[in-house]
């Protein structure tokens, strides 16, 4: 599932008072850094005195939240767990998994279609802006830059498995190595990317075909097949595991995002029906 245009249908008298209410009952416990009213003014400063220029006129915007702040991702965060807790916590179907990424929603169902159906029609009623878009399958299903699939391993371990999604837009246009980028910038991207198609390809098959067609990509941007080559042959499929357990930068303890897991539980997949991507 996945929110339409989720920053631009955040009422914002109920996006203040969401946050507001989160910050003084969950965020400190008590121990407020700021007084919760002037938290509430710095956001209405924020949000009510958003001024841009479009066509030599200018405008001050007075709905909904601008893309373009610092806070907005915060922001939307912050709200759309209200109402997601509010959604699955009202639906009297119960999704086996359930993660968001800000606007993008990852779940998995053990009912029939037209039950997924109904969740989804019952989704879209709950709140006059924030409507969502869905894609239901029973064999995959996208989620951020991922594939979520039914691979070789559902049959036998009741694993899903993911490869890395590419939009049918994708021209992988690269920065053309003849480009005035340091050496050591040109290394990194290559570096950089292989190193995500191997976090994002779970079976080995698929991460070398992956590999494979990023080295054509490359060449054909003007990169020198023995640079694409001894670069490429640093990442190999055996370095998966801790590559995936390498140590994160410290996440406070707010619930601003869920993250898919890569390994998800065994009695949860030998139950499901569906896979749903709930758009906003």
């Given at each position: ?11 914002q008298?109920?996006?203040i ?5 989160a910050?003084?009952e ?5 121990e ?5 009213l ?20 200018n405008?001050l ?22 109402v997601?807790?509010?959604?699955l916590?009202?639906s ?30 019952q989704t879209n009623?709950h ?9 239901v ?13 039914k ?9 899903l498995?993911?490869?890395t999604?590419?939009?049918a ?9 003849s480009?005035?980028?340091?050496p050591?910038v ?10 995500r198609?191997?976090?994002t390809?779970?079976s ?7 590999i ?7 060449i054909e ?7 694409v080559?001894t670069t ?42 569906y896979f ?5």
């Amino acid at each position: 599932m996945k929110v339409t245009s989720l920053y631009t249908n955040i009422p914002q008298e109920e996006g203040i008072e969401t946050v507001c209410n989160a910050y003084y009952e969950s965020f400190y416990e008590g121990e407020f850094l700021i007084p919760t009213l002037y938290l509430k003014r710095a956001l209405e400063l924020i949000l009510q005195e958003n001024s841009f220029q479009f066509t030599g006129k200018n405008y001050l915007q007075t709905h909904r939240t601008a893309m373009g702040t610092k806070m907005a991702v915060a922001f939307a965060n912050i709200f759309m767990g209200k109402v997601e807790s509010q959604i699955l916590n009202q639906s009297a179907q119960k999704t086996l998994a359930w993660k968001r990424y800000i606007d993008d929603i990852f779940s998995i169902w053990n009912i029939n279609k037209d039950e997924v159906a109904q969740f989804i029609e019952q989704t879209n009623s709950h709140h006059s802006t924030i409507k969502f878009t869905a894609e239901v399958s029973d064999t995959e299903t996208k989620f951020l830059d991922t594939k979520v699939y039914k691979g070789e391993r559902f049959a036998q371990q009741s694993r899903l498995d993911i490869k890395t999604h590419f939009k049918a837009t994708e021209t992988f246009q690269y920065t053309h190595f003849s480009s005035c980028h340091p050496p050591g910038v040109k290394n990194g991207f290559i570096k950089g990317e292989a190193f995500r198609l191997l976090q994002t390809n779970s079976s080995e098959t698929v991460f070398i075909t992956a590999i494979s067609q990023f080295k054509t990509n490359l060449i054909e941007r003007g990169y020198p097949e023995t640079l694409v080559s001894t670069t490429l042959a640093e990442i190999t499929f055996e370095e998966r595991k801790p590559a995936l357990q390498q140590k994160r930068k410290h996440l406070n303890k707010t619930r601003e995002s869920c993250l898919l897991s890569h390994n998800i539980a065994h009695q949860c997949l030998t139950k499901s029906k569906y896979f749903c991507r709930i758009g906003i």
